[in-house]
């Protein structure tokens, strides 16, 4: 079953508005990530979010986390037309010894028009 | 701009042959992984490594076999290449972790497509 799951799958917005995405998963973390990827490409890193941590700032990135109801939500403040791009939310899961895998949500289709 | 490199960027094939997707990377990290991700989809891991000569399969099933033969390569192989296969491939690396996950540097890609 899919660990991280966002919300919503799309998004639209005039270019200087703000957008929130939406993550839930299942079960216990030790972290959560979110990830960018522009069409056809790979993803990059954005933001690491540990389960004891409950807010994160990195520029016009603002992420939540709420371990509580297994959410979180990313902010960008003051879009611009060069955030136009999918976001994914990624959480660890334990795979043996002391290795950890990455689950990936659906991701959140984001489109800043200009 | 991650050190992490994959060819060919889009593969267009027939049914049967056999392909091998390249992936290395400079940064030096014992961690490889391979994703499997349809347009629009999430990405699901069907290859992972922890070093030299150490590979997993990943939570999705897949054909394709792996190698990891010197820490920067980790080359993703299709003995015989079919229109299910059809995808893209995402090769992606990172440095051995402590008690949790570290962040994951991603390749650019390789777009299969299976005729």
């Known amino acids: 079953s899919q660990q991280g799951e966002e919300d919503p799958q799309a998004l639209s917005i005039q270019e200087g508005e703000n957008a929130t995405m939406n993550c839930s998963y299942k079960?216990?973390?030790?972290?959560l990530q979110w990830y960018r990827q522009n069409s056809g490409r790979g993803l990059v890193h954005l933001i690491l979010?540990?389960?004891?941590?409950r807010e994160k700032h990195s520029g016009r990135l603002r992420v939540t986390l709420d371990t509580s109801k297994k959410s979180s939500s990313l902010l960008i403040t003051a879009s611009r037309a060069a955030d136009t791009a999918s976001y994914f939310c990624?959480?660890?899961?334990?795979?043996?010894?002391?290795?950890?895998?990455?689950?990936f949500g659906k991701g959140t289709l984001l489109t800043v028009n200009p | 701009e991650a050190d992490i490199y994959q060819t060919p960027r889009y593969l267009v094939i027939g049914t049967g042959k056999k392909i091998t997707l390249e992936c290395s990377q400079t940064?030096?990290?014992?961690?490889m992984y391979w994703y499997q991700q349809d347009p629009g989809m999430e990405l699901h891991l069907i290859h992972y490594?922890?070093?030299?000569?150490?590979?997993e399969k990943g939570d999705l099933s897949s054909e394709s076999t792996v190698s990891r033969i010197r820490t920067e390569h980790f080359p993703l192989t299709l003995e015989s290449a079919r229109p299910s296969h059809t995808s893209q491939y995402l090769c992606?690396?990172?440095?051995?972790?402590?008690?949790?996950?570290?962040?994951?540097?991603f390749g650019p890609g390789t777009r299969l497509t299976v005729l």
């Open positions: 990624a959480t660890d899961a334990w795979s043996g010894g002391s290795n950890y895998k990455l689950t």
């Open positions: 079960t216990s973390i030790n972290n």
């Open positions: 992606a690396s990172s440095a051995v972790g402590t008690v949790s996950t570290d962040t994951q540097y």
């Open positions: 979010i540990r389960s004891n941590e």
């Open positions: 940064m030096g990290h014992d961690k």
């Open positions: 490594s922890y070093g030299v000569n150490s590979t």
